[in-house]
């Protein structure tokens, strides 16, 4: 994939704030709601966005590390890597999803959890935008970003900002679905 810098920012900010809105509206909801499941196998509301909450723990900061170190000038077109494409054409959202198993670590299956939840993850939101703002000055292709399986793979900062935000598109689509599909 080839994508000129600034749609690749438009693209991803506008998602971004898409997340922040649906996040503002699953506050709304009640704890009761954001924790009922389908099935006691699945992930509520809330367990999506502990989930969302523990990758961003690891790469926000990742992220952040390397815009702030990294020494290479922006270019004016993005060209996603081997790998960064194809970790995230799997995770992008489709119209059936595919099970992926989570690693145990980032597995929240029956934590208790509560509205901070939601706190944590739209300071995360808020973060990833500003850290958008940030890699603007840096190379997106240039730039590596170590992964949460391995500190030895590494993805251009343009692949990791794509898997991270497609990732949570997933998970926050998940966590709609866990609230409107609950049987009362």
């Known amino acids: 994939m080839k994508i000129q810098t600034s749609q690749f920012y438009s693209e991803l900010i506008s998602l971004v704030q898409s ?23 699945s992930w509520c509301a809330l367990e999506c966005i502990e989930h969302l909450n523990r990758y961003g723990n690891f790469y926000l900061p990742e992220i952040e590390n390397r815009i702030k170190s990294s020494s290479y000038p922006p270019e004016d077109t993005f060209k996603s890597g081997i790998l960064g494409n194809y970790f ?12 992926m198993k989570s690693p145990k670590n980032m597995n929240p299956l029956d934590t208790k959890l509560d509205s901070v939840t939601l706190d944590i993850f739209l300071k995360q939101l808020h ?7 940030e890699s603007k000055a840096v190379s997106l292709n240039k730039t590596k970003v170590s992964i949460s399986i391995s500190k030895h793979l590494k993805l251009k900062l343009g692949d ?6 497609y990732h949570n598109e997933r998970h926050l689509q998940q966590a709609i679905k866990a609230t409107c599909n609950i049987i009362v």
Not at 160 to 165: C, D, E, S, Y
């Open 19 to 41: 997340h922040i809105k649906i996040t503002e509206e699953l506050k709304s909801k009640t704890e009761t709601k954001l924790n009922q499941k389908i099935s006691a196998d």
């Open 88 to 99: 995230t054409n799997i995770i992008k959202p489709k119209e059936k999803l595919n099970k």
């Open 160 to 165: 990791a900002f794509r898997f991270f935000i």
């Open 127 to 133: 973060q990833a935008l500003t850290m958008l703002e």
